[in-house]
């Protein structure tokens, strides 16, 4: 048949255009010298040599941009003085309070509503609409209740944290996969070891989820609860550094927000790492 | 108690059985009885009852009419393996069982038996889509089921591997002799692992037919293609003619 008789040799093909695909990979993973997280750090670290740039040359105005260098120096001095850590201990050791307390709340709500329907029916809605209530909303009820000792600050820190654990714990809990359920019935395991065996485990990664959310409001729920009139805490230091001025005290403190922000997250994907090893050959691919 | 009693014995009884969804009648009038050792398959098309009829024997659905008893001794194979997967394999096999050595030791017996010894200790996810079925069956077989109901189990599995796990299977219920009732809808895997075959049309049997075709059971034997063709016409797939 001509259609045989016209196709080209072997070796006309190679010669034509035909290239190596190992060559093409090679070239896409070059830039992979470097590891990816130092790489990930070009965009901060460029924004703030812009700022360094435009607050020195006097396109910012250094008295409401002050420039980078004058924020490190005036982190020096209240590490040095040792106010910085004066407040922050405080901060800390209110919402370490409010993490505690909220955790185990939410924990607790969760797992009864999860496992009862007459727990869902007495707490589910309420907790949908303390859901739906912005936090900063209580701070005047908690006032009333309270006065202004550190119990309505530590409450407010136990609502937020409370709130984004119950969310997430419960529904996890209730879409832990019915099949497995089922199953692990059939096999004869009884409630105590379908809670222990079945239930928590599956609902632990929504769980953890939760506690990410928990730990991003409760350092939100800080900021509220400071303005409490509180006489120690990162809070205070902010208004303070408002009244006097201080705007690289008030960069300073923004620093220290975006660090205990990030420690949090570092904190829960920690958890997930040692939770979660059975997971971990599923993500992998 | 002499051997030809309890070979005799009748470890399934379902009379009469119905079964309602709604306006949907999906068991109607369904009489079975399986002897102890016996290997019953089920064969039926798409909603013809026979995953429902299998739940109700597996006590998965309680709101079944009619008479119907089964051994206490039960386990079930799924169509999915239905492994924790927060669990070892070790533990997926003992789970619902009393946290003994002894347990242990025969559930570690049990994965030998499918030749997963090695992987007691690793994650379900990790295993392949046989491997987790063979856990599926060494988590039925550690209980020795005095019934094995099997639900479609090798349904997902790839045609080679499907062809492994018969040979399992046979190996398995040669030693361990449970009444197993296999609901499935391949016709060549009912011929080839089972001693009787029955066939479920509209929630009711249509058909209950000894398999006398010699072991071992070849696809190139003229009785297998006879009762091949034969079940197929009872499943509505071909008529005399198309083959």
Same mark, same amino acid.
């Given at each position: ?48 040599? @812009? ?13 409401? !941009? ?17 106010? &910085? ?23 607790? @709500?969760?797992?009864?509503?999860? &496992?009862? $329907? ?37 409450? @407010?820190?136990?609502?937020? !944290? ?28 009884? $409630? ?20 990410? &959310? ?5 350092? @939100? ?58 997971? $971990? ?5 | ?30 009489? #079975? ?93 990790? /295993? ?8 599926? /069956? ?18 997902? #599995?790839?045609? #080679? ?31 080839? /692992? ?37 079940? /197929? ?11």
């Amino acid at each position: 048949m001509t259609s045989v008789l016209s196709r080209p040799s072997t070796k006309n093909r190679i010669g034509s255009g035909l290239v190596d695909p190992r060559a093409v990979v090679k070239k896409s993973q070059h830039g992979q010298r470097i590891p990816r997280q130092v790489q990930r750090l070009l965009g901060p670290v460029l924004l703030v040599a @812009l700022w360094q740039v435009l607050s020195t040359t006097g396109a910012f105005d250094q008295r409401t !941009v002050p420039p980078p260098t004058r924020v490190v120096r005036a982190a020096y001095q209240l590490i040095a003085d040792g106010s &910085l850590l004066d407040h922050m201990s405080t901060s800390l050791l209110r919402v370490g309070y409010g993490l505690v307390f909220g955790i185990v709340l939410g924990l607790g @709500l969760a797992l009864i509503t999860g &496992l009862s $329907r007459l727990g869902e029916n007495i707490f589910d809605a309420n907790m949908e609409v303390l859901n739906a209530i912005p936090n900063f909303a209580l701070v005047p009820l908690l006032i009333v209740w309270f006065g202004i000792s550190e119990v309505p600050k530590i409450l @407010l820190i136990t609502l937020a !944290v409370a709130v984004s654990i119950y969310i997430n714990t419960f529904s996890a809990i209730r879409s832990v996969d019915a099949g497995l359920v089922e199953a692990a019935r059939s096999f004869g395991a009884g $409630r105590t070891e379908m809670i222990y065996r079945v239930i928590i485990p599956g609902s632990l990664p929504g769980f953890l989820i939760g506690l990410r &959310l928990a730990l991003t409001a409760s350092w @939100l729920a800080l900021i509220f609860a400071e303005t409490i009139n509180a006489k120690k805490g990162l809070g205070r230091m902010m208004t303070d550094a408002r009244e006097y001025f201080q705007v690289d005290v008030v960069f300073v403190l923004i620093a220290v927000y975006a660090a205990l922000g990030l420690f949090s997250i570092l904190i829960v994907r920690f958890l997930e790492g040692r939770l979660l090893t059975w997971r $971990r050959a599923y993500d992998g691919d | 108690m002499t051997v030809t009693d309890t070979v005799t014995e009748t470890v399934v009884v379902a009379r009469e059985l119905r079964k309602v969804f709604g306006d949907n009648v999906v068991i109607d009038g369904l009489n #079975l009885e399986i002897r102890a050792g016996e290997f019953v398959a089920l064969l039926g098309r798409s909603g013809s009852g026979k995953s429902t009829f299998l739940r109700a024997l597996g006590a998965l659905d309680g709101d079944v009419e009619g008479t119907l008893r089964v051994p206490e001794r039960r386990a079930i194979v799924f169509q999915d393996p239905r492994l924790l997967p927060w669990q070892r394999v070790l533990t997926n096999v003992t789970v619902g069982l009393p946290a003994t050595s002894a347990v242990r030791k025969q559930a570690l017996d049990a994965l030998a038996e499918v030749s997963l010894a090695d992987k007691a200790k690793v994650w379900p996810r990790t /295993l392949s889509g046989g491997e987790a079925q063979r856990v599926a /069956l060494a988590r039925a077989l550690v209980r020795e089921p005095e019934l094995l109901l099997l639900d479609e189990p090798f349904g997902a #599995l790839d045609a #080679l591997t499907r062809i492994r796990m018969h040979g399992l299977l046979q190996d398995l219920c040669r030693r361990h002799t449970p009444a197993v009732l296999l609901v499935t809808h391949d016709v060549d895997e009912a011929i080839l /692992l089972a001693d009787r075959v029955v066939v479920l049309t509209a929630g009711a049997i249509s058909l209950d037919v000894e398999v006398e075709v010699p072991k071992p059971r070849r696809r190139e034997s003229a009785e297998f293609a006879a009762l091949r063709r034969w079940l /197929l016409t009872e499943l509505g797939v071909i008529d005399g003619l198309q083959i």
